[in-house]
């Protein structure tokens, strides 16, 4: 089983919570947006804890380091079959200064040529009712789950 593990950064505005989401880069997504964006995650390395796994990734999607508290959520199951465990974090990131890795594929496809791609290419502030319909919607249950452990 495919297996990945990511942080939900949360910040609360306006005594409101808002959620920050990453839409995944390349071709493939370029033209995809509701239902598309996700928490910044990433597959475990066989062995690897799933918490050093999910601080790693958010570093390799966005530039930032995360250091602190982290809030245990429940695993969620993508319709794939993939398993994603995630902790939510309360901090603040300006979207514009994220920093993303990237990876390369052939494109176009059969043209023999390769081309690198930022793993994320946006990434945004949402309140609840934005953040469900742009995030996977498989991961509605981790923003369900943060609101209720903090009571909003």
């Known amino acids: 089983m495919i297996q990945s593990a990511g942080i939900l950064l949360f910040r609360r505005k306006d005594w409101q919570i808002e959620f920050f989401l990453v ?26 804890n799933a918490l050093t796994a999910a601080i790693r990734e958010f570093k390799e999607e966005t ?22 465990w995630c902790w ?7 979207p514009s200064t994220i920093v ?3 990876f390369e594929i052939e494109w176009p496809p059969r043209s023999g040529k390769r081309k690198s791609f930022a793993e994320i290419d946006r990434a945004g502030w949402f309140g609840y009712s934005d ?18 452990k903090l009571d909003c």
């Open 88 to 94: 939510a974090f309360e901090g603040d990131l300006d």
């Open 23 to 48: 839409h995944p880069g390349g071709p493939f997504f370029a033209k995809k947006d509701l239902g598309f964006w996700t928490v910044p995650k990433g597959e475990l390395n066989e062995g690897e």
């Open 100 to 102: 993303s890795n990237t």
């Open 131 to 148: 953040a469900i319909t742009h995030i996977n919607e498989k991961q509605i249950a981790l923003l369900d789950e943060l609101k209720s």
């Open 63 to 84: 530039g930032q380091s995360l250091t602190g508290n982290f809030i245990e959520l429940r695993p969620v199951m993508q319709k794939g079959g993939k398993k994603v």
